[in-house]
């Protein structure tokens, strides 16, 4: 997401409390191989793993406990990180085919370019900072190694256009399925942001293409790259 889709696709300050952590290799390659561990643990590791072996790029993932549910891609310090909310994680851990493609579309913002200091430097961007601050989702995870102390995320608030974030959809999708998952992650995504549209303010939106047309695009790319309707398993 250049913010849930995201980069950063949310257009709302983050908290500056906000600690954001970045686990190591060896945590990472621990927690995919143990037989323990939550599902949203277990799935966001393996999903990690099997996308690292197909994506063109390299990229970190790191962690933020902001509750509000959303997923950003962030240049730091030469390193391509995409971050994940606690709410993100509560929301969509559960389902491998989700976070495969919305960190695939994350991935998309860094390979396409849209992270870069210097892209769209004519268009309005909202900047906003993630603390330097360590701390725990002690909700889901387990004492991290070796943690990578960082400067502030400063590009968490970026928004890209729409076109961008299309563009970052179809490639997602893309990777998720050369990894192995479903396309209708994204169609899952949608359908789920659209149900709580109805509820809390969802500012990231309205810079997004709308979850109509999200859902349109994903059940097209899934019938036309393997055949499968959507639509048809939910």
Request: proline share 4%; no cysteine.
């Given at each position: 997401?250049?913010?849930i889709f995201l980069v950063a696709c949310s257009t709302k300050k983050s908290d500056p409390s906000t600690a954001v952590h970045v686990p190591n290799d060896a945590?990472?390659?621990q927690l995919a191989n143990t037989k323990t561990g939550s599902d949203p643990q277990k799935n966001v590791a393996t999903v990690r793993k099997k996308l690292a072996a197909v994506s063109p790029i390299p990229f970190s993932i790191a962690f933020s406990e902001s509750k509000e549910i959303n997923a950003f891609a962030s240049l730091q310090n030469g390193q391509n990180l995409i971050v994940l909310t606690n709410g993100f994680i509560l929301q969509f851990g559960n389902d491998p085919d989700v976070l495969a493609t919305v960190l695939g579309h994350e991935l998309g913002h860094h390979q396409l370019g849209?992270?870069?200091p210097?892209?769209?430097k004519?268009?309005?961007i909202g900047i906003t900072a993630a603390s330097q601050a360590l701390g725990m989702l002690s909700s889901y995870f387990i004492p991290f190694s070796g943690l990578l102390v960082g400067n502030a995320v400063k590009t968490a608030g970026l928004t890209y256009n729409r076109d961008d974030e299309r563009?970052?959809?179809t490639f997602g999708m893309k990777l998720a399925l050369a990894a192995g998952y479903s396309p209708c992650g994204?169609?899952?995504?949608?359908a789920k942001m659209k149900e709580l549209g109805q509820g809390p303010a969802l500012t990231f939106l309205s810079t997004h293409?709308?979850?109509d047309e999200r859902l349109e695009n994903s059940e097209n790319f899934s019938v036309t790259s393997n055949g499968m309707s959507c639509s048809s398993l939910q």
């Open positions: 997401m250049a913010s945590w990472w390659n849209h992270t870069q210097d892209y769209g004519n268009r309005d563009d970052a959809d994204s169609y899952r995504f949608a293409p709308g979850n």
